[in-house]
RNA sequence: GCCGGGGUGGCGGAACGGCAGACGCGCUCGACUCAAAAUCGAGUGGGGAGACCCGUGAGGGUUCGAAUCCCUCUCCCGGCACCA
């Protein structure tokens, strides 16, 4: 055994130095438990035990990068304490872990090195085995899911081709975002920012116009903003509500003057302000721009849309850009009043959103406002705020209020009129209720060859052709050449581009777009559960079995990405017949970041990089573990003090030192004040312990575990001798709570105790509620709010015999000085509260 | 600007509306040691000799009682940002 016994004073007596050597101890765990289980928690590929809850457990896998970095031990270390806990609860536990393998990284290593993608993958993938065996974790490694793998991604291409049977994948020439960096087209959840950059590379996007495949999300954007029966937390939600972005309003037509059978509709959700218009605006890419145009107007207006144009590619809609527009010349007849409305082109109109026209109502809109501002244009008042008299606004008034020279509607509240309008416009035929979303749909052509290929033929006889089942994969070719200037490998790659059609057999070309990475992810759960199936994406069995995700565990970063994406996979899944649930993650846990030692990011070119193995090398895998589970709660994150990690050190060594003297107790229990003392400390550890790993509470359970050895040190210290049966039990619990946290020394202190099997396949300790009711409990007595003396009492004391004994007390009656009660507080079990004042 | 989440000792952080500061780091003192390290023990929010008083970003409110609930303000972090 690794015990190495310095000082040798006797056993009894306080303070043996007796020290384990981590090292030796986790080395020596780690070879056996390679020996004995190669898997983890779940042991193998199967359905759940029958009888047993099943439990998966999910932790946001890694991009194999080539270094396991202390945010991928922050990230998963409590996540696999968590399922080894469920495991010891009694759960039939499964804790998956794979590689999100295809990616940019390594393409540009390629470009780079002249190392191929596929070799630097393959490698990083091998170091980083190692490392994540290494942080002790119970990976089922058996069932490890590579996405860059023909096997994996053959079903991301068969995924593809039924939603593209379905009408959920479609082709479309449109303005998309465009990384010049990255050399590729993004989704709009991968611009970030105000600056509207790569998510990626930080880089500025710019605008282009192509023709690239999407994914319909927008079709399930009602169902996404469902969030019942989802625990997650509460801003991932606002995020994705936001995100999402729905909103109801009325959508209408307006009439150009003297050419009736011209129109163009406008959205909006203030309908009540419809009296107050004074302007309509037109995005400048809207088609009927060219067409209503006066002459006179004509050179201005194209001359606007050019610069508009221009604009939209370089610095694109700065946050507070001067609002700029043109008139048309043209003018439109208000469907109401049928007053003529100036026609104007703005490119604070969005051609993406809506109608891409509105109606500009000034005196209710800001933007509108300073639109009219800026042009001299009218700004009727229709909705008045509380108390207005008249005279032109000084600002928009976007609050509801009373109806104003708005026809009919006048006097009314604006929200009644909202409805009230809305239903006229419906009733007349003007217009309709509509919904609008700020959603766009997902798209996921990437011009990269690191990808998943879509599975799509171009024939000049067909047109689009899917690439038939059966000829799936579609693989990436080997022999692709990575040019430093970044243009898709594929594109130039002749053989894999020319194909023959799979519909005619007549010359054809190959789609050479990949796709977005995040379609791996969005399904790679439904992986893990059959990772071998080679016939159909998942097995059907399996995943009824075993999904949803119980507890999927991962940064808040992919909030509006992967997890939206995830989303709507699975109820695209569903939809196709291939799953049965909607909701693939119900509960969600966002660890926070570990920042460097100076509070900020780390990261190399900071020099504030924590070198995980450093640490393991010194303080040993168990105590980084219980370090960076003790540094406080898993949400928050912080900084790192490289000095905290004492005080896990010296739990982990008083552990070992408390379970080598409980080896050395009888099997005779006291039975004794003093025996039920020590037992009372150990079953109230087990109660704070479980209860904080219910809710993620690593930090606190772990103080409980420190509380303890306090509590067992001075009992030992205290009782000198033979000790008694209590002390083993304290022994066997304090191995058994620490088995979740800190793997290997848990398994060398149940080894020590002489127990048999292993400390991982026990059952958790259950707290002996009986023992914990104590007659005894300590009392608080108040007067006027303030503690004015402490006793013990009956547990089962009744309020009359606390007030009583309240009232005699001597301290209070010299803090009451006097005074009589006007009234008396009593909680039972906790306090009296003796009131003196009114 | 809008939407979330926060502000508690020197530091990380605890605290079902009921003893603020659990637990740890650091620091101080002591034991062991020739000495140091390690270990063990005691102390550690501020003020006061003391009984006590003051303390959870600021101010107000509810309550017998507020870090916790409500209102106003302030600062910090995160997200969104012309979405009509």
Redesign the pocket.
């Known amino acids: 055994m690794g015990t190495e016994v310095?000082?040798g004073g006797s056993p009894v007596t306080?303070?043996?130095?007796v020290?384990y050597d981590p090292l030796e101890v986790e080395s020596k765990w780690r070879s056996r438990w390679a020996e004995a289980s190669p898997g983890g928690l779940g042991a193998g590929e199967r359905l759940p035990v029958p009888g047993r809850r099943k439990h998966y457990a999910l932790t946001m896998f890694p991009y194999p990068s080539g270094d396991l970095h202390i945010g991928h031990w922050f990230a998963m270390v409590p996540a696999d304490t968590h399922a080894r806990y469920r495991r010891m609860e009694g759960d039939d536990v499964i804790f998956p872990m794979g590689f999100d393998a295809f990616g940019l990284p390594a393409e540009n290593a390629a470009i780079r090195h002249g190392v191929h993608p596929y070799r630097w993958t393959i490698a990083n993938m091998e170091r980083m085995r190692g490392q994540l065996r290494s942080m002790g974790a119970a990976f089922d490694w058996d069932r490890e899911v590579v996405t860059c793998d023909p096997a994996y991604y053959r079903w991301n291409q068969w995924l593809f081709l039924r939603l593209y049977e379905k009408g959920l994948a479609y082709k479309k020439f449109a303005p998309v975002d465009f990384c010049p960096k990255c050399n590729t087209t993004l989704a709009r959840e991968q611009?970030?920012?105000?600056d509207?950059s790569c998510e990626r590379c930080d880089t500025p996007v710019i605008r282009k116009d192509l023709d690239q495949w999407f994914f319909r999300i927008t079709a399930y954007a009602d169902e996404l903003l469902d969030f019942s029966g989802l625990q997650w937390p509460?801003?991932v939600v606002?995020?994705q509500r936001?995100?999402i972005?729905r909103?109801e309003?009325v959508q209408f037509a307006f009439s150009i003057q003297d050419r009736p059978e011209l129109r163009f509709e406008?959205?909006?959700?203030?309908i009540d302000t419809v009296y107050g218009v004074s302007c309509c605006v037109l995005?400048p890419e809207h088609p009927l721009v060219e067409v209503i145009t006066t002459p006179g107007q004509r050179q201005a207006v194209e001359a606007y849309r050019a610069e508009a144009s221009r604009r939209s590619e370089i610095e694109r809609?700065?946050?507070?850009?001067e609002?700029t527009g043109v008139p048309t010349g043209a003018m439109a007849r208000h469907p109401l009043t049928g007053e003529s409305i100036p026609i104007w082109v703005a490119?604070?109109?969005?051609?993406?959103?809506?109608?891409?026209a509105?109606?500009a109502?000034p005196a209710h809109?800001e933007?509108d406002f300073d639109f009219a501002r800026r042009y001299g244009l009218p700004v009727p008042v229709v909705v008045a705020p509380a108390g207005y008299a008249g005279g032109a606004p000084t600002h928009a008034h976007t609050e509801p209020g009373t109806m104003v020279d708005s026809g009919p509607y006048s006097g009314l509240s604006s929200e009644v009129a909202i409805e009230r309008l809305a239903d006229d416009f419906e009733a007349r035929g003007l217009g309709r209720r509509q919904v609008?979303y700020?959603l766009r749909d997902w798209l996921i052509s990437r011009q990269r060859y690191w990808g998943t290929p879509i599975p799509i033929v171009y024939c000049d006889a067909c047109g689009t052709v899917p690439v038939p089942d059966e000829q799936l994969p579609v693989r990436l070719p080997e022999d692709a050449r990575f040019l430093p200037t970044g243009e898709s490998p594929l594109k130039y790659h002749e053989s894999f581009r020319n194909c023959a059609c799979p519909r005619c057999g007549g010359p054809a070309q190959r789609e050479t777009d990949t796709m977005d990475t995040f379609v791996d992810s969005s399904w790679y759960q439904y992986r893990y559960l059959s990772p071998h199936c080679d016939d159909r994406p998942f097995d059907r069995a399996a995943a009824d079995a075993w999904l949803p995700v119980d507890v999927y565990t991962g940064g808040?970063?992919h909030?509006?990405m992967h997890l939206l994406y995830t989303r709507f996979f699975s109820k695209a899944l569903c939809d196709l017949g291939l799953a049965g649930f909607r909701e693939p993650m119900p509960r969600l846990f966002n660890q926070g970041v570990i920042l460097g030692e100076n509070s900020e990011k780390m990261s190399k070119s900071r020099g504030n990089v924590v070198n995980p193995d450093d640490l393991t090398a010194r303080y040993g895998v168990d105590a980084v573990r219980v370090y960076l589970m003790?540094?406080?709660?898993w949400e928050?994150?912080?900084?790192w003090?490289p000095?905290?990690i004492?005080?896990?050190?010296?739990?982990l060594?008083?552990i070992y030192?408390l379970c080598g003297q409980a080896a050395t107790a009888g099997s005779v229990a006291a039975g004794d004040g003093e025996g039920r003392r020590l037992r009372r400390a150990v079953h109230a550890a087990i109660t704070a312990v479980t209860a904080d790993l219910e809710r993620f509470?690593f930090?606190?359970a772990?103080?409980s575990l420190?509380?303890l050895?306090?509590e067992a040190?001075?009992w030992l210290?205290a009782h000198p001798g033979a000790w008694p049966a209590e002390v083993a039990e304290l022994g066997r619990v304090l191995a058994l709570l620490l088995a979740p946290f800190a793997p290997h020394l848990a398994s060398e202190c149940w080894e020590m105790l002489g127990q048999p099997g292993s400390v991982h396949a026990q059952s958790w300790p259950q707290a002996d509620a009986e023992l914990l009711a104590q007659q005894r409990i300590?009392f608080?007595i108040?007067v006027?709010?303030?503690?004015?003396d402490?006793v013990e009492v009956d547990a089962d004391a009744t309020s009359d015999q606390l007030r009583a004994l309240a009232l005699e007390s001597p301290?209070v009656q010299?803090?009451t000085d006097g005074r009589a009660p006007v009234?008396v507080?009593v909680?039972p079990g906790?306090?009296v509260?003796v009131?003196t004042r009114a």
């Open positions: 310095s000082g306080s303070a043996p130095a020290r611009v970030v920012g105000v509207r509460e801003r606002t995020m936001n995100w972005g909103s309003g406008v959205f909006t959700t203030r995005a809609l700065a946050a507070d850009r609002r490119d604070y109109v969005l051609a993406s959103y809506g109608t891409g509105i109606m109502v809109d933007r609008n700020r808040v970063e909030a509006t003790f540094i406080g709660p928050a994150g912080g900084p003090n000095r905290g004492e005080g896990p050190v010296r739990l060594q008083r030192r509470a930090n606190t772990i103080a420190m509380t050895c306090n040190n001075g210290d300590p608080v108040q006027d709010g303030r503690v004015r402490r301290r010299a803090a009234r507080v909680v906790r306090l509260n009131v």
